[in-house]
């Protein structure tokens, strides 16, 4: 009786424990697998706080995942984007929830199809990696995407040394927004610059959409009739760089060419339209 009895109160002190390294190792496995799929360890812990579990709001995710609460939102989002968690709205509460099960599978086929693509844009990618190498040292290109990445390549503009120039297709204001088109002009202030923009109809036309029209000071503009060259998409072209900016039917992106030649040229071709440009008021004469 007393070896039966023993062994009973063995089992009743390593059970607790035995259930919490499961748990741990269940945890763990998920863990490596949502890791695997692309989630970071915080988007992770929060997933794993709302599995085989009702309905939460943020606040009790937060707790329970020991992630903070401002970060908390971004993780669900994130989830939710994903399709493994749900939002309900609940007395006026957003709760979240696991979505299936199934939904797994739906990402790492996603996962698969990606990895297809890649495989089958590979060849090209090595190709422009060979071509990259025959370019001038000198020679630098680089990619922008997003509205963050535009305002960034737009502020590289201000590094320029002296005057820059370009041609304007639509206003900035559409895309970048009054605020940083007013913190722009302020650092172009600040910094002594002069620029000058040539233009065409289209600029009128999303001129007509912004509430301020402030002149710029050290700023000159001219008018390009569209018969002569129509100016489709916007360009800064300043030191040894043309940097190139598309951000209209659904499309937001931008070039930065870096090279001596195609700036030096690029600033030709300018001026040559510049002189066939119209300055604002003998557009406007009745």
């Known amino acids: 009786m007393s070896i039966t009895w023993t062994f009973s109160v063995?089992?009743?002190i390593l059970e607790p424990s035995y259930h919490k390294l499961v748990v741990h190792m269940v945890d763990q496995n998920i863990n490596n697998f949502l890791s695997k799929l692309g989630l970071s360890s915080e988007t992770a812990s929060v997933y794993l706080a709302l599995l085989n579990k009702p309905a939460q709001s943020a606040q009790t995710i937060a707790k329970e995942a020991g992630v903070p609460k401002t970060t908390v939102y971004r993780r669900l989002e994130e989830l939710v984007t994903l399709g493994l968690v749900e939002e309900q709205i609940e007395e006026y509460k957003k709760l979240?929830?696991?979505s299936p099960v199934e939904t797994l599978k739906l990402l790492i086929t996603k996962k698969e199809q990606e990895a297809k693509e890649l495989s089958a844009q590979l060849?090209?990618?090595?190709d422009l990696f060979?071509?990259?190498?025959?370019?001038?040292?000198?020679t630098?290109?680089?990619?922008?995407?997003?509205?963050?990445d535009i305002k960034q390549m737009n502020w590289n503009v201000l590094k320029t040394k002296g005057e820059f120039c370009g041609y304007t297709f639509r206003t900035w204001e559409e895309i970048v927004g009054d605020k940083y088109v007013s913190d722009f002009y302020e650092k172009f202030l600040e910094n002594?610059?002069?620029?000058?923009?040539?233009y065409s109809q289209e600029y009128l036309k999303s001129r007509k959409n912004v509430s301020?029209?402030?002149?710029?000071?050290?700023?000159?503009?001219?008018?390009l009739d569209p018969k002569i060259v129509n100016v489709i998409h916007q360009m800064d072209i300043y030191n040894d760089v043309v940097a190139i900016y598309n951000w209209h039917e659904g499309e937001v992106f931008g070039i930065e060419i870096y090279n001596t030649k195609i700036a030096s040229m690029q600033k030709q071709i300018f001026e040559v339209l510049w002189g066939l440009s119209k300055s604002p008021k003998s557009i406007f004469k009745k």
């Open 10 to 12: 063995y089992d009743d």
């Open 96 to 98: 979240y929830q696991c």
């Open 123 to 126: 060849p090209e990618i090595v």
């Open 130 to 138: 060979s071509a990259t190498k025959s370019l001038d040292p000198e």
């Open 140 to 148: 630098k290109v680089l990619f922008y995407r997003g509205v963050d």
């Open 192 to 198: 002594g610059f002069s620029g000058r923009e040539i």
């Open 212 to 223: 301020s029209a402030t002149k710029w000071k050290n700023w000159e503009s001219r008018y």
